[in-house]
């Protein structure tokens, strides 16, 4: 079936340093991208997203690149900071022809001070 | 976000107990979906319905059953809970406008934690 890779599972970093995450997905109708974090106990915040017909989209110190071709989108923070420790969860929609995501496992990124 | 809202946060309960989950929102989105997570994985769909007359299932479906009462309700059920349904269970709603103007996004609940002793 449909699906979505995602590494690394986790991640750590010293603090101001870079983070990438990368994702891999296998529907080519795939046209929309987001990212979503999420702090222990809480719910998913969106915080970036993409559509196919952009190749990168920046806010702040977060960037998303997208390459159709290889099928593949990034996450990208930079200036990394302590309150940026959280799970992150790439996904892909529509997948397998219907209008639902497939989301990836999920980064567990630390941000060490 | 407060638009999205589950009850109730949290619930202990034993095997073989029927249990509802409630999701409301006030976002007036047609799309609705109820999702699992396990502790350290990812989200898993279990049903999704993209208006009041359209309910589909999703990847692990087996166990539970949903209702969609309105457009800003929609509840999942466990007939009889089994341990291995401990998880956090999440509610979400998108939008199902097209055009310039769409988005796609889903918005999340806050959670429902469940135990099944």
């Known amino acids: 079936g449909e699906n979505v890779e995602q590494h690394p599972s986790t991640l750590s970093v010293q603090e101001g340093d870079s983070a990438v995450i990368k994702c891999t997905y296998s529907?080519?109708?795939?046209?929309?991208f987001p990212w979503y974090k999420q702090e222990l106990g809480k719910r998913p915040q969106l915080i970036i997203d993409?559509?196919?017909?952009?190749g990168e989209k920046k806010d702040q110190r977060i960037a998303v690149t997208l390459n159709k071709t290889a099928k593949h989108f990034s996450l990208h923070i930079t200036e990394t900071q302590p309150e940026d420790s959280a799970v992150y969860f790439c996904?892909?929609?529509?997948?397998?022809?219907?209008?639902?995501?497939?989301f990836g496992t999920g980064t567990r990124l630390k941000v060490l001070a | 976000d407060a638009d999205v809202t589950q009850t109730p946060r949290n619930r202990i309960t034993k095997t073989g107990k029927r249990i509802m989950l409630e999701c409301s929102q006030t976002?007036?989105?047609?799309?609705m979906y109820w999702y699992r997570q396990d502790p350290g994985l990812g989200l898993q769909l279990i049903y999704y319905?993209?208006?009041?007359?359209?309910?589909n299932k999703g990847e692990i479906s087996d166990g539970y059953s949903v209702s969609r009462q309105a457009q800003a309700k929609f509840s999942l059920s466990l007939e009889s809970a089994i341990p291995n349904q401990t998880a956090l269970y999440f509610c979400?709603?998108?939008?199902?406008?097209?055009?310039?103007?769409?988005?796609?996004?889903?918005?999340f609940g806050p959670g429902t934690r469940l135990t099944v002793l």
């Open positions: 979400a709603t998108s939008d199902v406008s097209s055009g310039p103007g769409r988005t796609d996004t889903q918005y």
């Open positions: 529907d080519s109708a795939s046209n929309y």
């Open positions: 993409i559509r196919s017909n952009v």
């Open positions: 996904a892909a929609f529509p997948s397998g022809g219907t209008y639902k995501y497939i």
């Open positions: 976002k007036g989105h047609d799309r």
């Open positions: 319905s993209f208006d009041v007359k359209d309910i």
